[in-house]
């Protein structure tokens, strides 16, 4: 064996070392390290939500957080995502998945536990990179207990509304127009505006046009109150039992999704709902439940975090977390909490027509314009000035035009077909 043979030899048996340390250095990696999830939930629904995490077994790293997509934004751009993150924000997403950062979900679970608008893929693409793990109820209104309101449009002074939110103020108003556009256009009206397809000017239709103006009309009511709307937390003060129950200037109801119950903290079980359709401007009958979620995405492949997503997604999963908190699942084999408002959720959340909220569908650049035009239409009224709703359109539009095609990922259809 020459000399030169044998340096080489022993450079090979070198070069076959290191690679297998690479190997092993990532197996410990992901046997070893906590799966990293990065979410939207503080306080006492991050709490719940770590405890049916530990039950897993699986070691993970939670954070949450207001400012969910700066910090995920920063992440990705060092170039250290989380392994999970969970946010409503299907439009936001979509938007990673059209990037190729999120691993395809097939496979993980049972899509015929879930049932539409859950669980559609994209509109070029048969992967799923979502699942809902949570979800809330919307086109609903909460009132005190034994204060049921009639069935008949309420005033501005009837309502406490706040648009205050760490990350994003603002959107409160944008579920008011959303509900405003479901019930007055239907499902029909209301999803391909939300999806901004079809090559139509949708935000300056008639049924959002008209879905606006009805709002301004009723913030218009009172300068006052449109003003306090502006300047308060959508929560309430942190040391009060939510709007609702602070009660700001006599009101009583509150257009608010059913996560809202985390809001009223002591007086949660004195609160009850009814749908918005007939306390809503112009009133009317329900013509579909406006729906959200929390949905899980992967953007690692870390089979830790894989099978964390399984866990969480199945029905013993699902069913665990309704047992242990005030908590809602898409899942169709998951029974809820045996109480009457509990009830009355998880009933319109599995009936009738549904559609997922729009702004949550919207790619983000159109979704943080329809939370700023919100609050310049409560401005101006506050001000006393003309709201310029056209104008507020137009603008709107232009970014959505300025979006261009939606991507392969971006969701064929927001609601269910009944």
């Not at 009837?158 to 008011?176: F, L, Y």
């Not at 998951?334 to 509990?342: A, F, G, I, M, S």
Request: glycine share 10%.
């Amino acid at each position: 064996m020459t000399r030169r043979f044998k340096l080489l030899v022993v450079l090979v048996v070198m070069l076959l070392v290191a690679a297998v340390g690479v190997v092993v250095a990532w197996a410990r990696h992901d046997d070893g390290e906590p799966v990293t999830i990065l979410g939207t939930w503080t306080g006492e629904q991050a709490e719940q939500f770590e405890s049916v995490l530990r039950d897993f077994g699986i070691p993970f790293r939670y954070q949450g957080t207001a400012a969910q997509r700066e910090v995920l934004l920063s992440k990705v751009q060092s170039g250290e995502p989380p392994d999970i993150v969970i946010m409503p924000g299907i439009g936001e997403l979509a938007e990673y998945a059209d990037q190729n950062r999120l691993k395809p979900l097939n496979g993980l679970y049972d899509p015929q536990q879930y049932g539409a608008p859950w669980n559609a893929t994209g509109i070029s693409s048969s992967s799923v990179y979502w699942v809902p793990v949570k979800a809330d109820l919307k086109s609903i209104v909460w009132y005190r207990q034994d204060e049921k309101p009639a069935d008949s449009p309420a005033p501005l002074g009837s309502w406490c509304i706040g648009m205050g939110d760490d990350g994003a103020s603002g959107w409160p108003g944008t579920d008011w127009i959303e509900d405003l556009v479901l019930q007055r256009a239907g499902p029909a009206g209301y999803e391909p505006w939300a999806l901004g397809t079809g090559g139509k000017k949708w935000w300056q239709s008639a049924a959002v046009r008209s879905a606006w103006e009805a709002w301004a009309g009723l913030l218009g009511q009172d300068r006052t109150r449109a003003r306090h709307a502006l300047l308060t937390d959508h929560r309430g003060a942190p040391d009060s039992d939510g709007l609702l129950f602070d009660g700001w200037g006599g009101c009583g109801l509150e257009h608010q999704g059913s996560f809202a119950r985390s809001f009223y903290k002591t007086e949660a079980r004195h609160a009850d709902l009814t749908d918005s359709a007939p306390l809503l401007p112009g009133g009317g009958p329900v013509r579909a439940h406006e729906v959200t979620g929390d949905f899980a995405a992967l953007f690692s492949d870390n089979s830790r975090a894989r099978e964390l997503i399984r866990l969480l997604a199945s029905k013993d999963g699902q069913q665990e977390w309704a047992r242990s908190a005030d908590f809602f699942s898409a899942n169709r084999q998951v029974t809820p909490q045996n109480h009457p408002v509990e009830r009355k959720i998880a009933a319109r959340l599995r009936e009738g027509p549904r559609c997922l909220d729009a702004s949550d569908v919207m790619a983000p650049a159109v979704r943080d314009a329809f939370y700023e035009a919100v609050l310049q239409t409560i401005a101006r009224v506050a001000a006393g000035q003309d709201p310029g709703i056209p104008g507020l359109l137009r603008d709107l539009q232009r970014v959505q035009d300025a979006q261009g095609t939606p991507g392969r990922a971006a969701p064929r259809s927001v609601c269910s077909p009944r």
